[in-house]
């Protein structure tokens, strides 16, 4: 593998790219808030974090602005804004793709389809902001007409993850705009930089096409901004990505004012291999699945459930190639890198953690675990994606590790097999590997794969905008980006119009 790039030249990098989205890093320089990259595991500049009165300031134009003009101003206008959005992302898809790979460590296909991911949504966002439709309904009353309309909600507070640090704003925020909502983010701590590019190529967006650029604002700084978002009455949707942990502090903070939030938290997502399966298909999507992104998607494949027949030779074939894999860690620039780094320190012990407490519980390590490219970088951490073969689905297994580790598990009959598969705290994705087509439509049912996310004959990661994406039990029920997701953004109001001269009241009910 080439030498990993130094950290002056990841800075000028992502420096460069941000002046082409029309963000200033200098204006945003100063004290209190680092930027990092995991790739060399050093700082690349320090940023001023808004603190309680930025937040308060920004959550308080945020409504006013809400208020003022946006709710009002018609929703295919409202678009505008977003199409022109788009068309900016397009122009500087490679900018804001090497920034999430200097902030995130994704190689550059990933990073470079997240940002396709804020194109595809914001083309998504533009077509709905013609179509959000209410319903018309029969009334039980003569000259009564009954219908419902939804009506922009007000300020959207967004607190994204680390990992997907740029396509989970676009989902939200594309959506939210059209549906006349103003939005207030908060971007993980360890992204700020491609918060301040996708600010700035709203705030150039907005000027293009006249809108107000009040509608959108962005708050560095750590949980306690977060924390105050929730707290805050003003803010009609809390919208939270990040850990189950955090959803456990953040649900109850919201509950406490009847507030809306919407939660896209952790998952522990398995792919079910049954021997019918196409083993060649199965083998790609659980590779990628497992250790692309460096096991750092919520969508990543942490458990491998497969028939006990295949068991040996399916596993025997994955942790070939993983080995092959081990040749292409390194450097997420290079052309040929496939795993990058992981984001930090505690990752990495949470990784080394958890493979001792699977070989504790019985876990057999088939390959991986290893650091890499420790000499280079000590302050960088890379991971060899590892394999652990389980005895059984003990508490690590049921447990989300947010590094590259895969746990196989077998099974003997379908519902063993379904059994495995929901037998943990959290519902994103799942998948079954199967050509039996019992077995992939009892998947899918009812009786099924419990997940938000069910696939067949395709891995757990990689979901496409056009759907609803989240997930169930501990992932938090909330869902984003396409189907009727904008929903969750809108408020919706019954509307009954009565054009007789009577009032009859409805279930016959007299009075007077
Ligand atoms: P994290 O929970 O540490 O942080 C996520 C965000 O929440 C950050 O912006 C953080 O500042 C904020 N935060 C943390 N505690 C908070 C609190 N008490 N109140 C308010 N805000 C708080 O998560 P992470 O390490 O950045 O990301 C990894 C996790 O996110 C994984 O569990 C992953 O599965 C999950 N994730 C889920 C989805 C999804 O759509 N379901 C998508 C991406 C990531």
């Known amino acids: 593998m080439p030498a990993l790039p130094t950290t002056e030249r990841l800075l000028e990098r992502a420096t460069d790219a941000l002046r082409r989205c029309g963000a200033d890093p200098d204006a945003a320089g100063g004290a209190g808030h680092t930027a990092r ?26 409504e006013s602005v809400f208020r003022g003009t946006w709710r009002d101003t018609p929703a295919p206008e409202r678009g505008n804004l977003v199409r022109r959005l788009g068309e900016l992302l397009r122009e500087h898809k490679r900018d804001l793709a090497d920034i999430v790979t200097v902030e995130a460590g994704k190689i550059g296909s990933e990073a470079a389809g997240e940002v396709q991911e804020m194109i595809d949504v914001c083309d998504f966002a533009v077509g709905l902001s013609r179509q959000l439709y209410g319903r018309t309904m029969a009334s039980e009353r003569p000259g009564h007409r009954l219908m419902e309309t939804w009506h922009p909600l007000g300020v959207v507070g967004v607190i994204t993850a680390f990992n997907f640090p740029v396509a989970v704003w676009s989902w939200n925020t594309a959506v939210a705009l059209v549906c006349g909502d103003t939005v207030v983010w908060k971007p993980s701590e360890q992204a700020p930089l491609t918060a301040l590019a996708c600010h700035g190529l709203l705030m150039r967006a907005a000027a293009d096409v006249g809108a107000p650029p009040e509608v959108h604002q962005v708050l560095l700084g750590g949980r306690e901004i977060g924390e105050q978002l929730a707290d805050d009455p003003r803010v009609a949707l809390l919208s939270a990505t990040g850990s189950v942990r955090m959803g456990r502090e953040v649900a109850p903070r919201v509950a406490a004012r009847l507030g809306r939030y919407l939660l896209e938290l952790g998952g522990n997502n398995a792919a079910v291999v049954a021997p019918s399966a196409d083993t060649d298909l199965a083998l790609q999507g659980v590779v990628f699945g497992a250790a692309g992104t460096a096991g750092q998607r919520c969508t990543t494949q942490r458990r491998l459930i497969v028939h006990e027949d295949i068991a040996e030779d399916f596993t025997g074939r994955v942790a070939e190639a993983y080995g092959k894999l081990g040749d292409r860690i390194g450097d997420p620039f290079a052309e040929d890198t496939l795993v990058g780094p992981l984001i930090g320190e505690s990752a990495h012990r949470s990784m080394g953690q958890a493979l001792q407490t699977a070989a504790d519980e019985g876990g057999r390590l088939l390959t991986g675990g290893g650091r890499r490219l420790e000499p280079e970088a000590p302050a960088a951490y890379y991971a060899e994606p590892a394999v652990v073969r389980m005895p ?17 598990l077998t099974y003997r009959t379908f519902e063993e097999a379904l059994e495995l598969h929901n037998g943990v705290p959290q519902g994103l994705s799942g998948s079954v590997f199967t050509r039996d087509q019992r077995e992939a439509e009892l998947f899918l049912s009812a009786s099924g794969c419990d997940c938000g996310i069910a696939n067949v004959n395709i891995g757990t990661s990689g979901a496409e905008i056009g759907g609803a994406f989240g997930g169930e039990k501990a992932t938090g029920g909330g869902r984003e980006s396409g189907s009727d997701a904008w929903r969750a953004y809108m408020r919706r109001a019954t509307n009954t119009v009565n054009y007789s001269t009577r009032l009859p009241l409805a279930q016959g009910v007299s009075f007077l």
């Open 37 to 62: 990259t995991p790739i060399t595991g050093e700082p690349l500049l320090e940023l001023a974090p808004h603190g309680a009165d930025g937040a308060e300031r920004a959550v308080a134009t945020a």
């Open 392 to 408: 059984r689905q003990s508490g690590i297994v049921r447990e989300e590790t947010f590094a590259p580790i895969l746990y196989v």
